[in-house]
């Protein structure tokens, strides 16, 4: 009888450990995109977040075929793209063997690189299976968006072409027709389809990790309206990743009195942004994060200018960190602009480490790098200033 027991306990054994043996410890995403020749790089970039983040990993790719490896400690979207590129293909990803297959091309225009994909498959990771469910919605909302002008395409191309002309008359009148009247209501209808569908779709999902995920996918950015949402989330799905970066983004802790964050970013001659270089000797250093589209950044300038003039013979300094997500766009500005301070561009790390959600954005340090003022505008920065 003893023997049977411990032959038992024996094959219990061995079962677990084949059953251990047979969970992957992380992911493996094995893939093929025919049409992309060898020794194009691929990289796998995390997503689902409004951080922009860093690529994992790299791929090379030979003969069309290539391989991620990692592990996530609970499930991620990541995007796979060509190095260099934009858009590409969704992955959530967990713990598991995946297989992604499809054909790919590469386009370039207005020096816009893409990669885009057709007859996309993705097998072997039940979660990402999962979120196609969950984010199924956000194409049938596509289609209506796409219905509901092209239905207005006729009376749109009008006035456009009237403003093109600045014939602001016509314009008007264009504006006064059923056309344009139907146009309005369908977009209204249209976004507060939208507003409600997502609602919905978070609310649905607020047990679990997939409710702050569903509304990071749902919103660009948050307002303090969506603090009553975050709220109505379970502890799992608050404390969950994903939860974490919605609580953070609602309620930031902010930087006042601490030293500044990292600056990781280099100026039109590479040379690395050095934050004690730039604060030593300077009684005050303003930090204002802009980009070359920001047109509020823009017209900003020349008040920025007025206050370097006035103050900065007596102590102040202005740094600025450029955004643009192009090294050309950010020269073009930058010359445009002739800024009379240091000016350099992000170089990947630095308005995410300030937690930058809106530009512009304008940070005071003191002399030893401490953060003593955060989100100012101009005026408060001159109070600050002056007050002191």
């Known amino acids: 009888m003893k023997s049977f027991k411990a032959a038992g306990v024996l094959l219990l054994i061995l079962y677990t450990m084949v059953t251990m043996a047979a969970q992957p410890s992380g992911y493996s995403i094995h893939g093929n995109f025919t049409g992309l020749s060898t020794g194009t790089v691929l990289e796998l970039v995390p997503a689902g977040t409004h951080d922009e983040e860093k690529a994992v990993a790299t791929a090379t790719v030979k003969d ?34 995946i297989l992604v297959t499809g054909k790919a091309t ?28 969950k984010v199924a919605y956000r194409a049938m909302l596509d289609k209506e968006y796409e219905a509901y002008h092209k239905r207005a395409e006729l009376i749109t191309n009008q006035i456009n072409a009237a403003q093109k002309q600045r014939d602001s008359v016509k314009v008007a009148a264009l504006k006064e027709t059923s056309a344009y009247k139907d146009f309005v209501a369908d ?13 919905e779709s978070i609310s649905t999902n607020k047990d679990s990790w997939w409710g702050p995920f ?16 975050f709220e109505s989330f379970s502890a799992a799905a608050k404390e969950s990743f994903y939860g974490r970066k919605v609580k953070d983004e609602l309620f930031p802790q902010g930087f006042l009195n601490h030293k500044a964050p990292v600056f990781a970013a280099a100026s039109k001659d590479k040379v690395q942004a050095d934050l004690l270089a730039l604060v030593k000797d300077h009684k005050y250093t303003v930090v204002d994060f802009w980009a070359s589209w920001c047109v509020p950044c823009r017209k900003s300038i020349p008040a920025l200018k007025a206050l370097y003039e006035e103050m900065g013979a007596s102590g102040l300094q202005i740094v600025s960190i450029s955004i643009d997500k192009k090294e050309a766009d950010w020269l073009k500005a930058d010359q445009e602009e002739q800024l009379k301070w240091p000016s350099f561009l992000d170089t990947g790390a630095t308005s995410s480490a300030w937690k930058i959600r809106a530009i512009p954005a304008m940070f005071l340090l003191d002399k030893d790098g401490v953060v003593v003022g955060e989100n100012m505008t101009l005026e408060q920065v001159k109070a600050k200033i002056k007050g002191s």
């Open 214 to 229: 569903l509304m990071l996918n749902a919103y660009s950015y948050f307002t303090p309206d969506q603090k009553p949402v």
């Open 106 to 133: 590469l386009s370039e225009r207005n020096n816009n690189k893409s990669l885009n994909l057709t007859d996309l498959k993705v097998s072997g990771s039940p979660v990402h299976q999962e979120y196609l469910k």
């Open 187 to 199: 977009e209204k209808a249209f976004f507060d389809k939208v507003e409600k569908t997502s609602a």
């Open 64 to 97: 069309g075929k290539f391989t991620f490896r990692g592990k996530v400690e609970s499930p991620r979207l990541f995007t796979i793209t060509v190095k260099g590129y934009y858009s590409g293909c969704h992955v959530m990803v967990g713990n598991t063997n």
